[in-house]
């Protein structure tokens, strides 16, 4: 497509609950990652995925946190037994190389546990 | 609408005038960095980047200021708009790590 795609745009999931957070990045970009931005804070960063390679997962920050890309394509962020503290935009970005070259972020996913 | 932010540092300036966004970075052997814009309810969008051996780069009314010794990075926008109101945030690729680290990001608003 013409940009980086999530969906959806909002979710409000009840704490305990399972979600998962779809991203479709631009056709032919090889990286694709993951971000989150909680209320006032910069973009935190939670995992990245490189063509084939064993993704990068060190900024996931539990093990309640999975992410899956699939044909070098599409990317779903898991969380399981959602926390009122996961409540925040998740960003996901794509970009051509895996260095030295800006990313291209989709609008987010404005997740809120209650 | 947004409310992304609310506790971001903010700058005000008047439409027309220059604004100057700061930004700090934390890791010496950083060699890319971008300033992104983030409009209320949208993902950030790439505005410029610079690369570590150099010291200045400019855009379409924006320039990005790199000062090694110090940690610094700015970007300057010129006669800025009322369309340029948003949060601002730099960004610093860290050598091989795969991963860009985030500035807290900084809230533009200009009066008209």
């Known amino acids: 497509g013409a940009g980086v795609s999530q969906s959806p745009s909002n979710k409000v999931t009840e704490k305990g609950k399972d979600v998962e957070l779809r991203c479709d990045p631009i056709?032919?970009?090889?990286?694709l990652y993951w971000y989150r931005q909680s209320l006032g804070q910069g973009l935190e960063f939670l995992i990245y995925?490189?063509?084939?390679?064993?993704?990068?997962k060190s900024g996931l920050p539990s093990d309640r946190f999975s992410a899956e890309r699939t044909g070098g394509s599409v990317s779903t962020l898991t969380i399981q037994r959602t926390q009122q503290e996961d409540s925040a935009v998740y960003l996901c970005?794509?970009?051509?190389?895996?260095?030295?070259?800006?990313?291209?972020f989709g609008s987010g996913t404005r997740l809120t546990v209650v | 609408g947004e409310s992304v932010g609310l506790h971001l540092p903010t700058l005000s300036v008047q439409e027309g005038d220059n604004s100057i966004i700061n930004c700090a970075y934390s890791?010496?052997?950083?060699?890319?960095f971008i300033w992104y814009k983030q409009e209320s309810g949208k993902g950030p969008q790439f505005i410029i980047d610079i690369r570590s051996n150099m010291d200045k780069r400019q855009g379409q009314r924006v320039t990005v200021l790199l000062n090694k010794t110090v940690k610094h990075l700015s970007l300057q926008i010129a006669a800025t708009q009322p369309g340029d109101s948003a949060v601002y945030f730099c960004a610093e690729k860290r050598g091989n790590n795969n991963d860009m680290r985030f500035g807290a990001g900084t809230r533009l608003t200009v009066k008209p």
């Open positions: 056709s032919g970009h090889t990286a």
């Open positions: 890791n010496s052997a950083s060699d890319y």
């Open positions: 970005a794509s970009s051509l190389l895996g260095q030295n070259y800006g990313y291209t």
């Open positions: 995925f490189q063509g084939n390679s064993a993704p990068d």
